[in-house]
C-alpha cells in the first residue's frame, strides 16, 4: 500500500531478481531520488518479502495453471504393465527423488550397530523401485505442429496468461502511482492489472523496460518465439512510455511496431560514484596467481555468447587463463568438461557474482575483458552490459565482431576485434592487444565514463517517470547507498532466495 506523501512505484520483473543489475540500480535510484520502492520479481515455494533497505522486494511463485493443463494435453501415456509399476514418468521421478532422501535421512540416522539392517532395507526398497520403473508407464509428449502466423499465445503459450494471473492482483493490491514493467512478459501483465484498476477509477501510470529485441531472439522453437511476438504486438502501444537498453533498439521497435514516439533510450551501465573499502578480486576469486596473464568473461552464459571460443583460443595461449564470472549451472560444467578435452581446464577459474555497485572493482585485477558473442540478429543491435563494465574496470577490450561492439571499440580505441566463433583470430588478437594494453587503457577516460554512468543514464528514465506520472519526488534527504544489502524483514543479511 502507498506510504505517507511519497509517491509510490512498483518495479516488476519475471525473474529472481539476484544478479539483474538493471533491475535492482533501478530500484536502489528510484528510491535514491524520493520514490516509495516496490521491488518484485519471481519466488519459490510461498510469497517471500525482504527489504533493500527501505525498499520493499516480494518474490512471487507462479502459479502455472493454465500451463500444467497446456502440457497435459500434449502429453500421452501408453498403460502400466502392472498394477504395481508406476503409473508415468512423472511419478517415477518423483518416487526416485523422495527415495533419495530417505536414503539420506535413513543412514545419518542409524547407528553403527544398526549399519547393516539399514543398509539390507534400503537395498530392498532400491530394488523394488527398479522393478517399478521397469513397468511404468511410458510418456510420449507431442510437438505442436502450428504455422508462426497462426500462433495464439494465449493457446499455444499459456505460461503467459499464469503471469498476468499470478502478479497483476499483486500489482492492484500495492497501489501504485507508477509501474516500470521490465522484460516481455511484464508487458502484458502489467498492461491487463492497469487496465483494470483505470477501470476501477484509479490513477496509475507504467512505462515499458525492453531489455531486448523480442523478434530477434529465439525464445526457444518456432511456436515459443512467434507466442513472444504476438505477446509483445498485442500490447506494445498501451503503455505510457517504453525504454529500451541501446538506439539501436529503440529504432528498430519503432520500426517494427510503428510506434508514435522513439523509445527513450536508458543504457544498462555502472554505478560510477562507489567508494570501497575492502574491494573484491576476480583475480583473486577465480584463484589466479597473481603474476598470470588473465582474460575475464562476467555474465550470463549461453551457447551463442561464444565461451567454447575464448576456452579454444587458450590451446594457442599457452600462459594465458580465463576467469569466468557466472553461477553454477549445466551450461558452465559443459564448458569446464570441454576445457578437460582441450587440456585447459587448470589455466580456468571460476568467480561468483558481486553485487552491481562492487562489478568494477571486482573486474580490474583481469588484463582484458571479453566479449565473444556470435553473430545474432539481437547481439548486433546492442552493446552488453559487461562492456561498461570492463571499462569502468578500466581493462580494454576484446570483442567479437558484431556490429554494435565492434564499432564502439574501434570509435572510442579501446580494444580489439577478432573474428566471432573463431578462437585463432582471438588468439592472434590477444596478442596483437598485449604491447598496446597502456594506450588502449588510456582511451578509457572520464568523458566517456561519465556518459556510460548509471548516474548519468538514469537523468533520462527519472525524465520518463515525471512525463508519464505527473510527480517529481523530493530526493531522500539521507538516500540509501548503491552498497545496500538486501535482508530479511528482521534484518538479518538473506543469503539466498
Not at 155 to 182: C, K, M, S, Y
Not at 406 to 431: C, I, K, M, N, W
Not at 452 to 459: H, K, M, P, R, V
Request: glycine share 8%.
Amino acid at each position: 500500500m502507498k506510504t505517507g506523501q511519497r509517491p509510490c512505484i512498483v518495479v516488476v520483473v519475471p525473474n529472481r531478481i539476484t544478479g539483474d543489475s538493471r533491475v535492482i540500480k533501478t530500484a536502489v535510484a528510484a528510491a535514491r531520488a524520493g520514490w516509495d520502492v516496490t521491488l518484485i520479481g519471481l519466488g519459490r515455494g510461498r510469497r517471500q518479502e525482504t527489504r533493500l533497505g527501505p525498499i520493499t522486494v516480494l518474490r512471487i511463485p507462479i502459479r502455472r495453471t493454465n500451463h500444467d493443463a497446456y502440457e497435459r494435453s500434449l502429453r500421452t501415456v501408453a498403460p502400466r504393465r502392472s498394477p504395481l509399476a508406476y503409473r508415468d514418468d512423472t511419478q517415477a521421478k518423483a518416487a526416485g527423488a523422495a527415495l533419495g532422501r530417505y536414503v539420506a535421512r535413513k543412514r545419518a540416522a542409524a547407528p553403527g550397530w544398526r549399519r547393516p539392517v539399514v543398509e539390507a532395507e534400503l537395498q530392498a526398497r532400491r530394488l523394488l523401485h527398479r522393478v517399478r520403473g521397469w513397468g511404468r508407464g511410458r510418456e510420449t509428449v507431442r510437438t505442436p505442429d502450428v504455422p508462426a502466423d497462426q500462433v495464439q499465445w494465449r493457446r499455444d503459450w499459456p505460461i503467459l496468461l499464469d503471469w498476468q494471473q499470478t502478479f497483476g492482483p499483486v500489482l492492484e493490491e500495492l497501489e501504485p502511482d507508477l509501474i516500470h514493467a521490465n522484460d516481455a512478459i511484464m508487458i502484458g501483465v502489467v498492461a491487463e492489472a492497469v487496465r483494470r484498476m483505470r477501470a476501477a477509477g484509479r490513477t496509475v501510470a507504467w512505462a515499458y523496460d525492453a531489455h531486448e529485441h523480442v523478434s530477434a531472439v529465439d525464445w526457444g522453437g518456432a511456436v515459443t518465439t512467434a507466442a513472444y511476438c504476438a505477446y509483445e504486438k498485442e500490447y506494445i502501444h498501451q503503455p505510457d512510455a517504453v525504454v529500451t537498453v541501446s538506439g539501436e533498439i529503440a529504432g528498430m521497435l519503432q520500426d517494427e511496431y510503428g510506434l508514435a514516439q522513439l523509445p527513450a533510450v536508458v543504457r544498462n551501465v555502472p554505478i560510477r560514484d562507489v567508494q570501497l573499502a575492502d574491494p573484491p578480486s576476480v583475480r583473486a576469486a577465480a584463484g589466479v596467481p597473481a603474476d598470470a596473464p588473465l582474460l575475464v568473461y562476467s555474465g550470463y552464459l549461453a551457447r551463442e555468447r561464444g565461451i567454447d571460443t575464448v576456452i579454444a583460443a587458450l590451446t594457442r595461449l599457452p600462459d594465458v587463463w580465463l576467469a569466468i564470472v557466472a553461477n553454477p549451472s549445466a551450461l558452465l560444467d559443459e564448458f569446464l568438461g570441454l576445457a578437460d578435452e582441450l587440456g585447459v581446464r587448470d589455466r580456468i577459474g571460476v568467480a561468483p557474482y558481486v553485487p552491481p555497485h562492487a562489478v568494477p572493482a571486482y573486474l580490474s585485477t583481469a588484463d582484458f575483458g571479453v566479449i565473444a558473442s556470435l553473430h545474432s540478429p539481437n547481439y548486433e543491435a546492442s552493446t552488453p552490459t559487461k562492456l561498461s563494465e570492463y571499462l569502468h574496470a578500466r581493462i580494454p577490450l576484446l570483442v567479437s565482431d558484431l556490429r554494435a561492439n565492434s564499432q564502439f571499440v574501434r570509435d572510442h580505441g579501446v580494444g580489439e576485434v577478432f573474428v566471432a566463433g573463431d578462437p585463432d583470430s582471438l588468439a592472434a588478437t590477444y596478442r596483437a592487444a598485449v604491447p598496446r594494453r597502456d594506450d588502449l587503457r588510456a582511451n578509457i577516460a572520464g568523458p566517456l565514463l561519465a556518459e556510460l554512468s548509471w548516474e548519468t543514464q538514469t537523468e533520462v528514465l527519472f525524465e520518463v517517470y515525471a512525463k508519464v506520472a505527473g510527480r517529481v519526488p523530493e530526493p531522500s534527504a539521507e538516500p540509501v547507498g548503491w552498497d545496500v544489502v538486501e535482508t530479511t524483514v528482521t534484518g538479518e543479511p538473506v543469503v539466498s532466495l
